[in-house]
């Protein structure tokens, strides 16, 4: 924050990038304004796009009146009052006499190249252009934070404009510390025996490997069938919270499973 960069995080989906974003607008006491990106995404998605309607409507509204300077006509349409603002807009605005808001650029991946290039602007100078209006620049640099399930690479000229960090699933007592702050209603036994149960399926070769938020749904997934500790019926049941691709389930599902159980069952005894 003091060096006034984006933090780019990567890692698998479910490891918490997207929570820290929402974590650190809380307690910067600031807003969070999200963009979910997605392919095809461009500026009228993310920074700007007129409001047709409206501008045809006070076309037809001018004609009706007899109005026939078309230059102020023309002016008044593009004027900001015409202007529908997109996250990456609002971020850069901000509201006056708040703090800075927290601009989270989430799964960055999921969009085109040419949307990448565009940002440059964006990230090196906190700035935008429209052409109709002029530039518009941050009086307080958003705090931004861009995450990647790394999906693709991302290109080089993003990546120099930002502070990395990589977040890899958490070793077992993080995990556990995690879901009891998030699922504080799990009985101990219970939330130790999900998180080595998950640790566990982590070191097994599936397809999708659960991250922190399916062990958290999970484990609230459990609380809502009255489970205290696991129990092979239990988990088979409820795999497809954990799960998310059928050729996983079942391999798992039945004896595995069953055995996964005893063996969690006997090290978190232990």
């Known amino acids: 924050m003091k060096l006034g960069r984006p933090l780019f ?63 102020g006509i023309a002016a008044d349409i593009f004027s900001a009052a015409y202007l529908v603002k997109r996250p990456i807009l609002r971020a850069l605005e901000g509201l006056p006499g708040a703090p800075a808001p ?33 530039t518009i620049r941050a009086g307080q640099p958003p705090v931004v934070v861009i995450t990647s399930n790394r999906t693709r690479e991302i290109h080089d000229a993003v990546k120099r404009r930002c502070l990395y960090h990589w977040i890899d699933y958490p070793a077992a007592e993080r995990e556990l510390e995690i879901l009891r702050r998030k699922a504080p209603g799990a009985s101990e036994r219970l939330s130790r025996e999900v998180v080595a149960f998950v640790q ?31 129990d092979p019926a239990t988990v088979d049941d409820t795999l497809g919270v954990l799960l998310k691709y059928q050729d996983d389930i079942a391999r798992l599902q039945g004896t595995e499973a069953a055995a996964l159980v005893r063996e969690i069952r006997a090290r978190v005894g232990a």
């Not at 982590?202 to 489970?227: C, H, N, Q, S, Y």
Request: glycine share 8%; charged share 25%; net charge negative.
């Open 9 to 71: 995080l990567e890692g698998e989906a479910g490891v918490g990038k997207t929570e820290l974003a929402r974590v650190l607008a809380a307690q910067l006491g600031c807003e969070l304004i999200r963009l979910q990106c997605y392919e095809g995404l461009d500026a009228a998605g993310a920074v700007y796009e007129w409001n047709v309607q409206r501008q045809m409507m006070a076309i037809r509204l001018a004609e009706a009146a007899g109005l026939s300077d078309r230059e």
């Open 102 to 134: 927290v601009l989270l650029i989430d799964e960055l991946d999921r969009a085109d190249e040419p949307f990448e290039a565009y940002l440059l602007e964006v990230l090196s100078d906190f700035q935008v252009t429209i052409p109709e209006l002029g």
């Open 200 to 230: 566990r399926l982590r070191g097994m070769d599936l397809f999708k490997a659960p991250g922190v938020a399916e062990t958290i749904d999970w484990t609230r997934a459990l609380m809502a069938l009255d489970a205290v500790a696991l």
